[in-house]
């Protein structure tokens, strides 16, 4: 069994900024447990520009913005174990982890922050009805597959949602030669940030159809379509103002989910409504000792203000550890006073 001090569950963004800024306040055994390959989370795919701008007030790319905290890193005594899974966590801190080199193995902390970030919405979330062809993708894992494995999704595609991956991946689209036949977002206005409209959409032409969805999924074995559906206030489709748009890629940008999976098989609470990890003012989740940042609490827009409150994070198991060891001296002076009356 491994010991730590502290141990950081994923090595994007929050966890970096976690490690570091608990390891500034004095902890000493930390790491970080990363089920990648390498670190710096979801940022690795995101090659545009745009991150950096209040944490380094530089523009970066989102590797570049990760490499600062990598750097960091190299230069620290924290221990990361990349292609480290952890499976399970304990209300006890202990955790049971898997990787390659290891194999099965078990890890125990005084503290543990939980930086896991989030995954997608996929069609089934969102009940989308119709075929299932290949071609249909979420905005992420296309976004992955283009970026970080060379590949390319299709030729002419539809993106459902305008969140900020959706966004961003309609410009990458349009730069690889694809045609982005529109964007639709079902709400009346749309939900990514006003700049990633203006530069990705409007920079390139290409259309955004608020209050429009897609009804149906046409296809046998390779995406040959979408119904484009108008919808009313309630969202739901205005009969007869339906169309067939070709296509033979689908993007889904229909939201993001906090990545809480193991906190729940533990019973540690998550947020009614937002999915989350409910955590305290100072991010301690519903046990002592166990501090959560990043997605995994809640979605943020931008990578920046995850570093920031990650490092709220580190500061806070900091301070317990601080009050633990504390306690621990004060339990032993009195049992070695006990002891010598
Ligand atoms: C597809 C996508 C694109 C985005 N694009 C942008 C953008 O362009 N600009 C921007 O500012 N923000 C963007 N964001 C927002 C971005 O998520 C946040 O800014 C930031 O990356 C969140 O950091 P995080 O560390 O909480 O999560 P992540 O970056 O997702 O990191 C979580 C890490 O935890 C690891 N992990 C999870 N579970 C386990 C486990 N059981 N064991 C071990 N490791 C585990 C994961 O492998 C991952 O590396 C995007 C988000 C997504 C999902």
Request: charged share 25%; glycine share 12%; with cysteine.
């Amino acid at each position: 069994m491994k010991r730590f001090e502290l141990a950081v569950i994923g090595g994007g963004p929050a966890g970096m900024a976690a490690a570091l800024e608990a390891r500034k306040r004095g902890v000493s055994r930390i790491a970080i447990l990363e089920r990648e390959p390498e670190l710096g989370g979801i940022l690795q795919q995101c090659i545009h520009s745009g991150f950096g701008l209040t944490y380094f007030e530089e523009e970066l790319t989102g590797p570049e913005y990760a490499e600062r905290f990598i750097q960091l890193l190299r230069g620290s005594d924290i221990e990361v174990l990349t292609d480290t899974t952890i499976l399970a966590i304990g209300t006890d801190r202990k955790l049971t982890a898997v990787n390659p080199v290891m194999g099965y193995f078990e890890i125990l902390a005084d503290s543990l922050i939980l930086a896991t970030g989030c995954r997608e919405k996929t069609r089934d979330s969102i009940g989308i009805p119709g075929d299932r062809p290949a071609g249909v993708f979420t905005a992420g894992s296309a976004q992955r597959f283009m970026n970080r494995e060379g590949g390319c999704i299709g030729r002419r595609a539809v993106i459902l949602g305008s969140g900020d991956v959706g966004l961003i991946m309609a410009r990458r689209l349009a730069l690889e030669g694809c045609e982005v036949v529109a964007v639709a977002e079902a709400r009346a206005v749309p939900t990514g940030l006003k700049r990633n409209v203006l530069q990705c959409l409007n920079d390139f032409g290409i259309p955004l159809l608020l209050s429009h969805t897609v009804t149906s999924i046409v296809g046998k074995e390779r995406l040959e379509g979408v119904v484009l559906s108008q919808v009313d206030e309630h969202l739901q489709p205005i009969p007869d103002q339906s169309e067939f748009i070709e296509c033979d890629a689908l993007l889904l940008s229909v939201g993001l989910i906090p990545e809480t999976d193991l906190a729940i098989q533990d019973g540690i609470p998550v947020h009614e409504t937002q999915g989350g990890l409910l955590v305290d003012e100072n991010l301690q989740c519903g046990a002592e000792g166990i501090f959560a940042c990043g997605n995994a609490v809640r979605i943020f827009d931008l990578a920046d203000s995850v570093s920031r409150q990650a490092e709220r994070a580190g500061r806070s198991a900091a301070a317990y550890l601080a009050g633990r060891k504390s306690e621990s001296a004060k339990e032993q002076a009195a049992a070695e006073r006990s002891a010598s009356i």
